[in-house]
């Protein structure tokens, strides 16, 4: 079982920056491809991006490439999402997700989801 405590979230304005953090809890956590999924009001939960266990292969949604960066320490048993340039399209409730492969995760097969943490980001 792993536990999944998202936290950074917050208000910015346009252009700006913002850093998630995902603290997991529980075993094995280094095993796991972890990721990243939004879910803005009215639309479908989506796939934002994903790091395979060792860190060595991400992969981004077209819409967020060359502007968020996923990374993970698997010392500090944690993954982020370095968020800039920053747009209102990208309000939404943010969730941490982690998977057995990094290629499941992105289609969806997510084992443990975190709770959520909202970024809202004004014009």
């Known amino acids: 079982q792993v536990q999944l405590v998202e936290s950074g979230g917050g208000l910015v304005q346009a252009g700006g920056s913002l850093r998630l953090s995902c603290a997991a809890s529980g075993r094995s956590f280094s095993s796991y491809a972890m990721g990243w999924f939004r879910q803005a009001p009215g639309k479908e939960r989506e796939f934002v991006a994903a790091i395979t266990w060792t860190g060595g292969s991400t992969v981004y949604t077209d819409s967020v490439k060359g502007r968020f960066t996923i990374s993970r320490d698997n010392a500090k048993n944690t993954v982020y999402l370095q968020m800039n340039s920053l747009k209102p399209e990208d309000t939404a409730v943010y969730y941490c997700?982690?998977?057995?492969?990094?290629?499941?995760?992105?289609?969806?097969?997510?084992?443990?989801w975190g709770q959520g943490t909202q970024v809202t980001v004004s014009s």
């Open positions: 997700a982690a998977s057995s492969s990094r290629i499941v995760l992105q289609r969806g097969g997510v084992t443990y």
